[in-house]
């Protein structure tokens, strides 16, 4: 359970903090509204630098059911506690999301643009072309896990094979952080680099529920690539992994 309470919390915190950059960036009236795109990759890459800070010695911080998805391709992590890890992940995202809401709330009230809105939960790709979106969201998924996975091997010689703490540990979370900013920045204009199923599946389900005013339609005819995208590059990217370092 205390794994767990750490994927929860991490997924939280990068939620929260992702997120609220959004939604600072988008929502009328706050003091960084309109603050852009260098903003926001910023602030995401930050929300993952303090995730994984924060969790990484109680859960290994995967904070991503691709990331767990392709530690456990990649021998490193057990099946058994995939589903386990990937519920906490998606409760603390939509946890986070609903915390956004909150925290912005009058900002959410004034603002009557609906995409602006919705930005603030889960992405939307700026050419709707379903073969490459998939392909965006698989890219920079495979980077983003290729990249966790050789940071966690000098690693492994203090976990034993399939413990539950197999991931980041806390001097990975600069170069994790370091590496999402670099997907935002590079790669992210296309999709709004999801490259997390839980990041996008559970805000878009808050958006859903919630009471919006000039509430945008939810978009779940997309939604299927930023949760299946990242997997198959989370796949991807442990297949890799075993080639090069089996």
């Not at 490193?76 to 990937?86: G, R, S």
């Not at 000039?214 to 978009?219: A, I, R, S, V």
């Amino acid at each position: 359970m205390t794994e767990l309470f750490g994927e929860f919390l991490g997924t939280f915190i990068l939620i929260l903090l992702g997120n609220g950059v959004v939604a600072n960036v988008n929502l009328d009236k706050t003091h960084s509204q309109g603050g852009g795109w260098i903003v926001i990759t910023a602030g995401w890459a930050m929300a993952v630098f303090v995730a994984v800070l924060a969790t990484a010695d109680i859960s290994g911080a995967h904070i991503n059911p691709a990331v767990t998805i392709g530690l456990a391709i990649g021998g490193l992590f057990e099946w058994a506690k995939v589903i386990p890890f990937i519920i906490a992940q998606m409760a603390g995202a939509m946890v986070g999301a609903f915390t956004v809401y909150v925290f912005f709330r009058n900002h959410f009230n004034i603002t009557v643009t609906p995409g602006a809105k919705k930005a603030c939960f889960c992405t939307a790709p700026a050419i709707r072309h379903y073969r490459n979106n998939f392909f965006s969201e698989m890219t920079g998924t495979f980077i983003l896990v290729l990249s966790v996975l050789l940071i966690t091997l000098p690693q492994l010689e203090y976990v034993s094979m399939g413990s539950t703490k197999a991931g980041l540990g806390s001097l990975g979370a600069l170069p994790v952080a370091l590496v999402v900013f670099s997907l935002g920045l590079s790669l992210g204009g296309t999709t709004g680099y999801a490259i997390n199923p839980a990041r996008d599946l559970g805000p878009r389900i808050v958006h859903t529920l919630l009471p919006l005013s000039n509430k945008d339609h939810n978009d779940w005819q997309y939604a299927w690539v930023p949760a299946l995208g990242p997997v198959a590059g989370a796949a991807a990217a442990a297949l890799l992994y075993w080639i090069l370092l089996p």
